[in-house]
């Protein structure tokens, strides 16, 4: 729900029923510093204009106005507008409230921060609905435009949507918005084919994946429509399931004649620090690739649960990899870190080549990461699907995928069935890898 306010005698352009800031720039006349012929060359296509945003932190509940103001920041930004950044901003000022003569945040935008869009406004609350009162200053024109809006919303989501609702109203733009679980219709068993992990179904034991525990993992039969079934237990004292694992890792302790540890719901068992992993064979990763993630998934303790079915990439072109020997090597050789530290430079070096052409995918690192969320609150099957990488195919280094089944909070029992990778059927060609859209982290490169 959005309401507009055009102050009288002001110069902003209204559109679809609320303020939509205009996209133009005072032009900096670069031209009149070059020679004439110069100029004239110029004259036929000027520089494109070019938007500096200021947005004030809001006031009427500082948490909240600050944390919308810094939303909006990067929504903007991502829309490709300069935005002066946060800590400038409140170098020049604090929380900046509706009523805020328009006179003052002119002279901070002109003056101080070279901006020549700014916001800044109020925020209220009533009950579950959220209101902004914004205003909106535009001096893109020939004479400085200001404006008021009201934004407000009552979901779950509220200041998301308002953020949202703010940019698009600024840069008269959609916003992006990533892409969602159930954008693509699943394809059919029959279009998907043949599974490109071993095993999903768990009908042949623990063939395709890691020996379970028979502490915190199970390969068990599950109810008689389902077969056997994979059982997760993060509901476990913490210090001796770690204790355990680690004796599984070098060899000192067996499967088939597991310890019995203690059961743990408080913030310090397995559900509340590590969690549960459970992890297939390597399979071998195709760059540009588009792949379906399908599991059904049942359990959890009480309430909201939140399992999830990792895909990580890796790739053994890490020069990082190299730079010493896995805990397990050191274990099968007989050194302690510190002995393998003593030794001379050149017998580490050999020690690292010949234990990594032996165990190579020791020395893989994770490149790579993505889940399939989850997430249920009632205690029955559900089946979950979707498509990965999200946008674009697989990156270029990726040379190994593996599946992580993960449980953790909160502390109970966690049931996977059908746990399955196929390649995309719908892809036709390899795709480019695209890149995060997050300015800060790959400015320029969406």
Not at 235 to 263: C, E, T, V
């Amino acid at each position: 729900m959005r309401k507009v306010e055009l102050i009288p005698k002001t110069f902003l352009r209204a559109a679809t029923g609320y303020f939509v800031a205009r996209r133009g720039l005072l032009l900096v006349a670069l031209a009149a510093l070059l020679p004439v012929p110069a100029r004239l060359l110029c004259a036929e296509e000027p520089a494109e204009p070019q938007v500096y945003v200021a947005v004030f932190d809001f006031a009427g509940s500082e948490a909240v106005g600050e944390q919308l103001a810094d939303r909006l920041r990067l929504a903007i930004r991502r829309q490709k507008f300069e935005v002066i950044d946060r800590l400038t901003t409140q170098e020049v000022s604090g929380p900046l409230g509706v009523e805020t003569e328009a006179g003052k945040a002119i002279d901070l935008m002109s003056n101080r921060l070279g901006a020549n869009i700014g916001l800044y406004g109020t925020v209220r609350f009533w009950g579950p609905t959220v209101r902004v009162d914004v205003c909106i200053v535009d001096l893109t024109g020939e004479s400085p435009a200001v404006g008021k809006c009201v934004f407000s919303d009552s979901t779950e989501r509220a200041v998301v949507v308002i953020v949202h609702q703010i940019a698009e109203t600024v840069t008269d733009k959609a916003v992006w918005s990533p892409p969602e679980y159930g954008d693509e219709a699943e394809p059919s068993a029959r279009q998907l084919g043949r599974a490109l992990n071993a095993n999903g179904e768990f009908e042949a034991g623990r063939r395709g994946w890691e020996r379970p525990d028979n502490v915190s993992t199970f390969i068990e039969p599950g109810p008689p429509d389902r077969g056997r079934v994979l059982r997760i237990r993060t509901d476990l004292a913490r210090d001796p399931w770690l204790a355990y694992r680690r004796k599984l890792m070098f060899g000192q302790a067996d499967p088939a004649k597991p310890p019995k540890i203690a059961q743990d719901s408080s913030y310090h068992s397995v559900a509340g620090l590590e969690g549960v992993h459970f992890c297939s064979d390597w399979i071998k990763a195709e760059p540009g690739k588009r792949y379906w993630m399908l599991a059904d998934v049942k359990g959890g303790g009480g309430g909201m649960f939140f399992p999830k079915i990792f895909i990580k990439g890796f790739s053994s072109q890490t020069p990082a990899a190299m730079d010493g020997l896995p805990e397990t090597s050191l274990n099968e050789m007989g050194l302690t870190p510190k002995q393998f530290a003593a030794l001379p430079e050149a017998r580490r070096k050999k020690l690292i080549e010949q234990d990594a052409a032996k165990n190579p995918m020791r020395y893989v690192r994770e490149c790579y990461r993505w889940y399939l969320p989850c997430r249920r609150e009632t205690r029955h099957w559900q089946h979950y699907a979707a498509p990965f990488p999200p946008r674009g195919g697989l990156p270029a280094n990726v040379e190994w995928l593996q599946i992580q089944i993960y449980a953790y909070w909160p502390p109970g029992t966690y049931y996977f069935d059908n746990v399955n990778l196929y390649a995309d059927p719908r892809q036709k060609a390899p795709l480019p890898e695209e890149k995060p859209r997050t300015p800060s982290l790959q400015r320029g490169k969406s």
